[in-house]
């Protein structure tokens, strides 16, 4: 399927945070999920809300939800700017420039568990990124550029956790689109796995 398409499909679906169409882009993590964002985003000529940028370290992998609902959700619900700052991972805190998200026609929310029952009535479009273990986890070594045994620990349990999570939300079987994050399309077209009438393409 093509992003712009898809881009199409999505401009004609009605908003539901306030003006704004939510783009939820959820999945494990090494899946492909913030190239397929990105991507999608360029089509849409939209901004992308990392919800990595919103951990607090480690131990905040799912718990970020009410930090997120205050500096993003309920601004754009209420048709205001959102304004976050990013965690600075080598610092372990929240440090630098304030980020700016305009009350746009689309938003795209990028991470694990943001197309989350919490938030599902309000999101235009839920999309979910899966690729093969193995490939998600020499994608995540390579993106953070740590081998060493203390991170693979990390990886370990927050794999473990995002698995438990994934089955206790039943986020894939929830979502609109399931898509294969380790087919190399391009920039112009992905793999689509499901689409919204559940059929295989």
Same mark, same amino acid.
């Given at each position: 399927m093509r992003y712009a398409d898809l881009a199409e499909e999505i401009r004609r679906t009605p908003p539901k945070l306030g003006g704004t169409r939510l783009v939820a882009v959820d999945g494990?993590?090494?899946a492909g999920k913030t190239t397929f964002a990105l991507r999608l985003a360029k089509q849409l000529? +939209?901004?992308v809300v990392h919800t990595d940028d919103l951990l607090d370290g480690w131990d905040d992998q799912f718990t970020f939800w009410r930090r997120l609902e205050r500096r993003v959700l309920g601004p754009l619900r209420r048709?205001?700017? +959102?304004t976050y700052q990013r965690y600075q991972w080598? @610092?372990?805190k929240f440090a630098g420039p304030t980020v700016?998200?305009?009350p746009?026609?689309?938003v795209l929310l990028e991470g694990v568990s943001t197309a989350r029952r919490e938030i599902r009535v309000e999101l235009s479009l839920a999309v979910f990124v899966v690729a093969p273990p193995d490939l998600r986890w020499k994608r995540a070594l390579a993106r953070d550029g740590d081998d060493s045994v203390a991170f693979r620990a990390y @990886?370990?349990?927050?794999?473990a956790a995002e698995d438990r999570h994934f089955a206790e939300d039943k986020t894939a079987a929830a979502a609109d689109l399931i898509v294969d994050g380790a087919a190399t399309n391009g920039d112009e077209r992905f793999a689509l796995l499901r689409g919204r009438d559940g059929v295989e393409p």
């Open positions: 494990p993590s090494g000529n +939209a901004p048709g205001e700017t +959102a080598h @610092l372990g700016s998200i305009d746009a026609p689309v @990886l370990g349990r927050w794999r």
